[in-house]
Protein backbone atom coordinates (compact mmCIF):
# COMPACT_ATOMS: atom_id res chain seq x y z
CA UNK A 1 0.00 0.00 0.00
CA UNK A 2 2.72 2.00 1.10
CA UNK A 3 4.40 1.26 -2.42
CA UNK A 4 1.14 2.38 -4.07
CA UNK A 5 0.83 5.64 -2.47
CA UNK A 6 4.35 6.30 -2.94
CA UNK A 7 4.00 5.88 -6.75
CA UNK A 8 0.86 7.85 -7.12
CA UNK A 9 2.39 10.67 -5.32
CA UNK A 10 5.32 10.94 -7.56
CA UNK A 11 2.85 10.57 -10.75
CA UNK A 12 1.17 13.86 -9.24
CA UNK A 13 3.83 15.62 -8.32
CA UNK A 14 5.47 15.31 -11.91
CA UNK A 15 2.22 15.30 -13.94
CA UNK A 16 -0.39 17.87 -12.06
CA UNK A 17 -0.82 21.37 -12.64
CA UNK A 18 0.82 22.68 -15.38
CA UNK A 19 2.77 25.52 -14.10
CA UNK A 20 4.34 23.12 -11.94
CA UNK A 21 5.20 20.22 -14.33
CA UNK A 22 8.50 20.84 -14.52
CA UNK A 23 9.51 21.24 -10.73
CA UNK A 24 9.94 17.94 -8.24
CA UNK A 25 11.12 17.97 -5.06
CA UNK A 26 15.29 17.56 -5.11
CA UNK A 27 17.11 16.63 -1.79
CA UNK A 28 19.58 19.60 -1.04
CA UNK A 29 22.95 17.14 -1.44
CA UNK A 30 21.61 16.40 -5.32
CA UNK A 31 21.64 20.18 -6.08
CA UNK A 32 25.24 20.33 -4.64
CA UNK A 33 25.99 19.05 -1.54
CA UNK A 34 25.03 20.28 2.09
CA UNK A 35 27.01 23.40 2.46
CA UNK A 36 29.11 23.71 5.40
CA UNK A 37 27.98 25.57 7.98
CA UNK A 38 30.56 27.50 10.34
CA UNK A 39 29.20 28.05 13.75
CA UNK A 40 28.38 31.93 12.82
CA UNK A 41 26.53 31.32 9.98
CA UNK A 42 22.75 31.99 9.89
CA UNK A 43 20.20 30.05 8.95
CA UNK A 44 18.25 30.46 6.34
CA UNK A 45 14.33 29.49 6.45
CA UNK A 46 10.85 29.63 4.69
CA UNK A 47 7.53 30.18 6.86
CA UNK A 48 4.34 28.05 5.31
CA UNK A 49 1.44 29.68 6.31
CA UNK A 50 1.99 33.29 7.45
CA UNK A 51 -2.16 34.45 8.60
CA UNK A 52 -1.01 34.19 12.53
CA UNK A 53 1.05 32.45 14.06
CA UNK A 54 3.43 32.24 11.27
CA UNK A 55 4.21 35.61 11.43
CA UNK A 56 5.26 35.64 15.00
CA UNK A 57 8.28 33.30 13.63
CA UNK A 58 10.16 35.71 11.14
CA UNK A 59 12.79 36.82 13.18
CA UNK A 60 14.10 33.82 15.89
CA UNK A 61 17.37 34.25 16.74
CA UNK A 62 20.11 32.63 14.07
CA UNK A 63 18.03 32.17 11.00
CA UNK A 64 16.93 34.58 8.22
CA UNK A 65 13.48 34.84 6.41
CA UNK A 66 13.87 33.80 3.10
CA UNK A 67 10.53 32.68 1.91
CA UNK A 68 6.70 32.82 2.67
CA UNK A 69 4.18 30.95 1.34
CA UNK A 70 0.24 30.83 2.13
CA UNK A 71 -2.82 30.50 0.05
CA UNK A 72 -4.37 33.83 0.94
CA UNK A 73 -2.72 36.98 -1.20
CA UNK A 74 -3.94 39.07 2.20
CA UNK A 75 -1.93 36.99 4.31
CA UNK A 76 0.67 36.95 1.71
CA UNK A 77 0.59 41.14 1.90
CA UNK A 78 0.56 41.23 5.42
CA UNK A 79 3.49 39.07 5.79
CA UNK A 80 5.82 41.56 3.72
CA UNK A 81 4.43 44.64 5.40
CA UNK A 82 5.68 43.32 8.67
CA UNK A 83 9.32 42.30 7.01
CA UNK A 84 9.52 45.08 6.17
CA UNK A 85 8.14 45.41 2.57
CA UNK A 86 10.04 42.25 1.74
CA UNK A 87 13.64 42.96 1.49
CA UNK A 88 14.00 40.08 -1.46
CA UNK A 89 11.48 37.90 0.47
CA UNK A 90 10.13 35.17 -2.51
CA UNK A 91 6.53 34.36 -1.72
CA UNK A 92 4.34 31.34 -3.08
CA UNK A 93 0.80 29.69 -3.11
CA UNK A 94 2.62 26.65 -3.69
CA UNK A 95 4.09 25.15 -0.99
CA UNK A 96 5.06 22.63 -3.28
CA UNK A 97 7.16 25.24 -5.09
CA UNK A 98 9.12 26.74 -2.03
CA UNK A 99 10.71 23.38 -0.82
CA UNK A 100 12.29 23.32 -4.26
CA UNK A 101 14.49 26.38 -2.99
CA UNK A 102 18.64 25.31 -2.98
CA UNK A 103 19.08 28.61 -0.20
CA UNK A 104 16.54 27.28 2.19
CA UNK A 105 17.53 25.05 4.91
CA UNK A 106 14.49 25.18 7.46
CA UNK A 107 10.86 25.00 6.85
CA UNK A 108 8.35 26.04 9.43
CA UNK A 109 4.48 25.09 9.14
CA UNK A 110 2.24 27.10 10.62
CA UNK A 111 -1.06 26.15 8.53
CA UNK A 112 -4.11 24.17 9.94
CA UNK A 113 -3.01 20.79 10.91
CA UNK A 114 -4.68 19.02 8.29
CA UNK A 115 -1.60 20.37 6.35
CA UNK A 116 1.37 19.24 8.94
CA UNK A 117 1.82 15.78 8.25
CA UNK A 118 2.19 16.29 4.03
CA UNK A 119 4.06 19.28 4.17
CA UNK A 120 6.37 17.94 6.76
CA UNK A 121 7.02 14.83 4.91
CA UNK A 122 7.21 16.57 1.46
CA UNK A 123 9.94 19.38 3.16
CA UNK A 124 11.70 16.40 4.69
CA UNK A 125 12.33 14.30 1.53
CA UNK A 126 13.31 17.96 -0.26
CA UNK A 127 16.53 18.30 2.05
CA UNK A 128 14.90 20.77 4.84
CA UNK A 129 14.88 21.08 8.22
CA UNK A 130 11.32 21.12 9.86
CA UNK A 131 10.08 23.31 12.53
CA UNK A 132 6.03 22.40 12.99
CA UNK A 133 3.82 23.95 14.78
CA UNK A 134 1.21 21.94 17.18
CA UNK A 135 -0.16 19.33 16.83
CA UNK A 136 2.51 17.47 15.12
CA UNK A 137 -0.39 15.82 13.11
CA UNK A 138 -3.86 15.55 12.71
CA UNK A 139 -4.08 11.98 12.65
CA UNK A 140 -2.17 8.67 13.97
CA UNK A 141 -1.32 7.17 10.18
CA UNK A 142 -0.05 10.98 9.18
CA UNK A 143 2.25 10.72 12.57
CA UNK A 144 3.98 7.44 11.99
CA UNK A 145 4.77 7.71 7.59
CA UNK A 146 5.89 11.73 8.89
CA UNK A 147 8.49 9.64 11.48
CA UNK A 148 10.14 7.47 8.95
CA UNK A 149 9.91 10.49 5.92
CA UNK A 150 12.16 12.56 8.65
CA UNK A 151 14.45 9.95 9.63
CA UNK A 152 14.81 8.28 6.29
CA UNK A 153 16.06 11.60 5.06
CA UNK A 154 18.34 12.50 7.94
CA UNK A 155 16.28 15.42 8.91
CA UNK A 156 16.46 17.67 12.30
CA UNK A 157 12.29 18.11 13.41
CA UNK A 158 11.70 20.71 15.72
CA UNK A 159 7.28 20.92 16.95
CA UNK A 160 6.85 23.92 18.40
CA UNK A 161 5.56 23.13 22.12
CA UNK A 162 8.41 24.13 24.36
CA UNK A 163 7.38 23.33 27.80
CA UNK A 164 9.25 20.14 28.64
CA UNK A 165 12.86 22.11 28.22
CA UNK A 166 11.75 25.64 28.97
CA UNK A 167 9.48 28.11 30.63
CA UNK A 168 7.01 28.40 33.73
CA UNK A 169 4.52 25.44 33.04
CA UNK A 170 1.05 26.81 33.71
CA UNK A 171 -0.29 26.49 37.11
CA UNK A 172 2.71 25.05 38.03
CA UNK A 173 4.83 27.54 38.95
CA UNK A 174 7.94 26.15 37.61
CA UNK A 175 9.57 24.39 34.38
CA UNK A 176 9.02 20.82 34.18
CA UNK A 177 12.59 20.10 35.29
CA UNK A 178 11.95 20.29 39.19
CA UNK A 179 8.33 18.18 37.98
CA UNK A 180 10.81 15.72 36.14
CA UNK A 181 13.21 15.24 38.88
CA UNK A 182 10.37 15.02 41.53
CA UNK A 183 8.81 11.56 39.44
CA UNK A 184 12.41 10.47 38.85
CA UNK A 185 12.68 10.72 42.40
CA UNK A 186 10.40 8.20 44.01
CA UNK A 187 8.90 10.40 46.81
CA UNK A 188 5.47 10.45 45.12
CA UNK A 189 5.58 6.67 44.59
CA UNK A 190 3.86 4.78 41.76
CA UNK A 191 1.65 4.63 39.56
CA UNK A 192 0.94 8.48 39.37
CA UNK A 193 -2.38 10.32 38.40
CA UNK A 194 -2.26 13.39 36.41
CA UNK A 195 -5.37 15.66 36.06
CA UNK A 196 -5.11 18.72 33.78
CA UNK A 197 -8.09 20.94 34.57
CA UNK A 198 -8.80 24.71 35.37
CA UNK A 199 -8.05 23.82 38.98
CA UNK A 200 -4.38 22.85 38.23
CA UNK A 201 -3.70 25.86 36.22
CA UNK A 202 -5.19 25.04 32.51
CA UNK A 203 -7.87 25.88 30.09
CA UNK A 204 -9.16 23.60 27.49
CA UNK A 205 -10.61 26.49 25.51
CA UNK A 206 -13.85 25.37 24.72
CA UNK A 207 -14.57 28.45 22.54
CA UNK A 208 -13.00 26.12 19.73
CA UNK A 209 -16.73 24.47 19.25
CA UNK A 210 -17.87 24.16 15.36
CA UNK A 211 -20.96 25.22 13.88
CA UNK A 212 -23.76 22.86 12.77
CA UNK A 213 -25.91 25.53 10.64
CA UNK A 214 -23.31 26.54 8.07
CA UNK A 215 -24.12 27.85 5.13
CA UNK A 216 -22.37 28.42 1.67
CA UNK A 217 -20.63 31.32 1.31
CA UNK A 218 -18.82 32.91 -1.86
CA UNK A 219 -15.25 32.23 -1.48
CA UNK A 220 -13.17 35.72 -1.21
CA UNK A 221 -11.10 36.44 -4.27
CA UNK A 222 -7.97 36.48 -2.13
CA UNK A 223 -8.29 32.88 -1.02
CA UNK A 224 -7.36 29.40 -2.69
CA UNK A 225 -10.27 27.44 -0.83
CA UNK A 226 -9.44 24.22 -2.76
CA UNK A 227 -6.08 24.53 -2.04
CA UNK A 228 -6.47 25.58 1.44
CA UNK A 229 -8.48 22.45 2.30
CA UNK A 230 -5.92 20.71 -0.26
CA UNK A 231 -6.40 16.40 1.81
CA UNK A 232 -9.45 17.66 3.59
CA UNK A 233 -12.83 16.69 2.39
CA UNK A 234 -14.41 19.34 -0.05
CA UNK A 235 -17.00 21.00 1.75
CA UNK A 236 -18.61 24.29 0.93
CA UNK A 237 -16.99 27.47 2.18
CA UNK A 238 -17.89 29.21 5.13
CA UNK A 239 -15.87 31.51 6.72
CA UNK A 240 -16.02 29.70 9.94
CA UNK A 241 -14.36 26.95 8.50
CA UNK A 242 -11.00 28.73 7.68
CA UNK A 243 -8.54 30.92 9.41
CA UNK A 244 -8.92 31.71 13.02
CA UNK A 245 -11.82 29.59 13.66
CA UNK A 246 -10.97 26.22 11.88
CA UNK A 247 -10.24 24.46 14.98
CA UNK A 248 -13.47 23.72 15.59
CA UNK A 249 -14.39 21.19 12.40
CA UNK A 250 -12.63 17.89 12.82
CA UNK A 251 -11.64 17.63 9.02
CA UNK A 252 -8.80 20.56 10.13
CA UNK A 253 -8.15 20.10 13.91
CA UNK A 254 -9.84 18.94 17.34
CA UNK A 255 -11.32 21.87 18.96
CA UNK A 256 -9.88 22.71 22.62
CA UNK A 257 -8.13 19.22 22.96
CA UNK A 258 -6.34 19.64 19.44
CA UNK A 259 -5.72 23.45 20.08
CA UNK A 260 -3.63 22.87 23.40
CA UNK A 261 -3.61 19.00 24.06
CA UNK A 262 -0.10 18.85 23.09
CA UNK A 263 1.09 21.75 25.25
CA UNK A 264 -0.27 20.19 28.33
CA UNK A 265 0.02 16.28 27.41
CA UNK A 266 3.89 16.44 25.91
CA UNK A 267 5.43 17.31 29.41
CA UNK A 268 3.40 14.37 31.00
CA UNK A 269 4.71 12.18 28.59
CA UNK A 270 8.44 13.66 29.26
CA UNK A 271 8.10 13.56 32.85
CA UNK A 272 6.27 9.83 33.21
CA UNK A 273 8.74 8.55 31.19
CA UNK A 274 6.63 7.58 28.47
CA UNK A 275 8.22 9.05 25.18
CA UNK A 276 8.67 6.07 23.66
CA UNK A 277 5.17 4.18 24.02
CA UNK A 278 1.63 5.63 24.44
CA UNK A 279 -1.50 4.57 26.72
CA UNK A 280 -3.15 1.45 26.53
CA UNK A 281 -6.79 2.95 27.18
CA UNK A 282 -8.87 5.94 26.54
CA UNK A 283 -12.30 6.55 27.85
CA UNK A 284 -14.61 9.49 27.32
CA UNK A 285 -17.32 11.23 29.45
CA UNK A 286 -18.78 13.62 26.92
CA UNK A 287 -21.83 14.72 24.94
CA UNK A 288 -22.59 12.82 21.56
CA UNK A 289 -20.70 14.60 18.89
CA UNK A 290 -21.73 16.13 15.73
CA UNK A 291 -19.85 14.61 12.52
CA UNK A 292 -18.62 17.59 11.17
CA UNK A 293 -18.24 20.05 14.33
CA UNK A 294 -16.07 19.53 17.47
CA UNK A 295 -17.98 19.93 20.53
CA UNK A 296 -17.19 20.06 24.03
CA UNK A 297 -16.85 17.08 26.67
CA UNK A 298 -16.25 16.34 30.29
CA UNK A 299 -13.44 14.11 31.04
CA UNK A 300 -11.32 11.90 28.94
CA UNK A 301 -8.90 9.40 30.57
CA UNK A 302 -6.40 8.13 29.82
CA UNK A 303 -4.50 4.94 31.32
CA UNK A 304 -1.09 3.19 30.47
CA UNK A 305 -0.25 -0.38 31.02
CA UNK A 306 1.77 0.33 34.31
CA UNK A 307 -1.69 1.76 35.81
CA UNK A 308 -0.64 5.76 35.61
CA UNK A 309 -3.03 8.02 34.32
CA UNK A 310 -3.33 10.78 32.76
CA UNK A 311 -6.97 12.49 33.52
CA UNK A 312 -8.17 15.87 31.34
CA UNK A 313 -10.83 17.41 33.16
CA UNK A 314 -13.19 19.11 30.78
CA UNK A 315 -15.71 20.25 32.90
CA UNK A 316 -13.66 21.36 36.09
CA UNK A 317 -15.38 18.60 38.46
CA UNK A 318 -11.84 18.07 40.39
CA UNK A 319 -12.03 21.10 42.26
CA UNK A 320 -9.37 19.54 44.81
CA UNK A 321 -7.59 17.90 42.49
CA UNK A 322 -3.64 17.48 43.17
CA UNK A 323 -1.72 18.33 39.78
CA UNK A 324 0.42 14.45 40.06
CA UNK A 325 -0.77 12.86 42.86
CA UNK A 326 0.92 9.18 43.92
CA UNK A 327 0.53 6.73 46.38
CA UNK A 328 3.16 8.87 48.59
CA UNK A 329 2.38 12.29 47.90
CA UNK A 330 1.15 14.82 46.02
CA UNK A 331 2.43 17.71 43.91
CA UNK A 332 -0.01 20.92 43.61
CA UNK A 333 0.33 23.68 41.59
CA UNK A 334 2.89 26.71 42.41
CA UNK A 335 5.04 23.18 43.31
CA UNK A 336 3.69 22.75 46.57
CA UNK A 337 3.68 19.20 48.22
CA UNK A 338 2.05 17.28 50.84
CA UNK A 339 5.74 15.99 51.38
CA UNK A 340 7.14 17.23 54.02
CA UNK A 341 11.02 19.68 53.36
CA UNK A 342 10.30 18.59 49.79
CA UNK A 343 13.47 20.40 48.34
CA UNK A 344 15.55 19.49 50.78
CA UNK A 345 15.00 15.32 50.29
CA UNK A 346 14.88 16.22 46.21
CA UNK A 347 18.57 18.24 46.33
CA UNK A 348 20.09 14.37 46.84
CA UNK A 349 19.09 13.23 43.88
CA UNK A 350 20.10 13.77 40.56
CA UNK A 351 18.77 16.60 37.79
CA UNK A 352 17.42 15.01 34.42
CA UNK A 353 19.22 14.05 31.68
CA UNK A 354 20.27 17.54 29.53
CA UNK A 355 18.47 18.22 26.34
CA UNK A 356 19.47 19.65 23.04
CA UNK A 357 16.71 22.89 23.30
CA UNK A 358 18.45 24.98 20.93
CA UNK A 359 16.82 24.33 17.07
CA UNK A 360 19.44 26.28 15.30
CA UNK A 361 22.21 24.50 17.18
CA UNK A 362 20.74 21.55 16.96
CA UNK A 363 20.62 21.86 12.92
CA UNK A 364 24.49 23.20 12.49
CA UNK A 365 25.54 20.29 14.66
CA UNK A 366 22.77 17.58 13.43
CA UNK A 367 21.66 16.89 17.03
CA UNK A 368 18.54 15.01 17.87
CA UNK A 369 16.23 18.07 19.35
CA UNK A 370 14.85 17.75 22.40
CA UNK A 371 11.34 17.43 21.51
CA UNK A 372 11.43 15.59 18.22
CA UNK A 373 9.31 13.47 15.33
CA UNK A 374 9.65 10.23 17.50
CA UNK A 375 8.25 12.03 21.05
CA UNK A 376 6.04 14.25 19.30
CA UNK A 377 4.61 11.70 17.48
CA UNK A 378 3.80 9.70 20.71
CA UNK A 379 1.78 12.96 22.71
CA UNK A 380 0.27 13.55 19.64
CA UNK A 381 -0.95 10.35 19.58
CA UNK A 382 -2.40 10.67 22.94
CA UNK A 383 -4.29 13.81 21.29
CA UNK A 384 -5.23 11.72 18.45
CA UNK A 385 -6.55 9.07 20.46
CA UNK A 386 -8.89 11.37 22.40
CA UNK A 387 -10.11 12.87 19.42
CA UNK A 388 -11.23 9.33 17.93
CA UNK A 389 -12.88 8.26 21.02
CA UNK A 390 -15.18 11.95 21.35
CA UNK A 391 -15.86 11.51 17.39
CA UNK A 392 -17.48 7.76 18.25
CA UNK A 393 -18.28 8.37 21.81
CA UNK A 394 -17.01 5.31 23.02
CA UNK A 395 -13.87 3.83 24.98
CA UNK A 396 -10.98 2.35 22.95
CA UNK A 397 -7.92 0.14 23.87
CA UNK A 398 -4.95 0.72 22.17
CA UNK A 399 -1.93 -1.50 21.32
CA UNK A 400 1.27 0.99 21.61
CA UNK A 401 3.72 -1.32 19.85
CA UNK A 402 1.34 -1.38 16.83
CA UNK A 403 -0.14 1.94 17.11
CA UNK A 404 -3.61 0.47 16.37
CA UNK A 405 -6.91 0.11 18.53
CA UNK A 406 -7.52 -3.64 19.79
CA UNK A 407 -10.79 -4.98 18.35
CA UNK A 408 -12.44 -2.06 17.00
CA UNK A 409 -12.64 -1.24 13.36
CA UNK A 410 -14.87 1.96 13.02
CA UNK A 411 -11.46 3.34 15.37
CA UNK A 412 -8.81 2.06 13.15
CA UNK A 413 -10.29 3.51 10.18
CA UNK A 414 -9.89 7.04 12.18
CA UNK A 415 -6.05 6.49 12.12
CA UNK A 416 -6.13 6.64 8.30
CA UNK A 417 -8.77 8.49 7.12
CA UNK A 418 -8.62 8.47 3.21
CA UNK A 419 -6.98 12.39 1.97
CA UNK A 420 -8.98 13.82 -0.75
CA UNK A 421 -7.20 13.12 -3.93
CA UNK A 422 -4.75 13.68 -5.79
CA UNK A 423 -3.33 14.33 -2.29
CA UNK A 424 -1.24 11.50 -0.74
CA UNK A 425 1.28 10.47 1.77
Known sequence: MKSKQNNSRRLFLKNSLGTLAAFTIVPRHVLGGPRYLAPSDTLTKAVIGVGGMGRNHFAYAGTKTVAICDVDTRHIQLALDELGGGNGVKTFKDYRELITLPEVDIVHIATPPHWHGIIAADAARA????????????????????????????????????????????????????????????????????????????????????????????????????????????????????????????????????????????????????????????????????????????????????????????????????????????????????????????????????????????????KTFALNEANGHRSATIVNMGKIALQLGRSLRYEPVKQEFINDEGANRLLNPPLREPWFM
Not at 278 to 305: C, F, M, N
Request: net charge neutral; proline share 8%; with cysteine.
Open 127 to 366: GKDIWCEKPMTRTIGEGKRLVEAVQQNGRIFRLNTWFRFSDNFYGMGTPVKPIKKLVESGLLGWPLKVTVSKHTGFDWKFYWVGKTDLQPQPVPAELDYNMWLGPAPHKPYNAHRVHTTFRGYWDYDGGGLGDMGQHYIDPIQYFLGKDDTSPVLVEVDAPQQHDDAVGTWRKITYTYEDGCQIILDGAGTEEHAAYIEGPKGKLYPGFRSDIPNLERKLAAFPNPLPQVTDFVEAVKNR
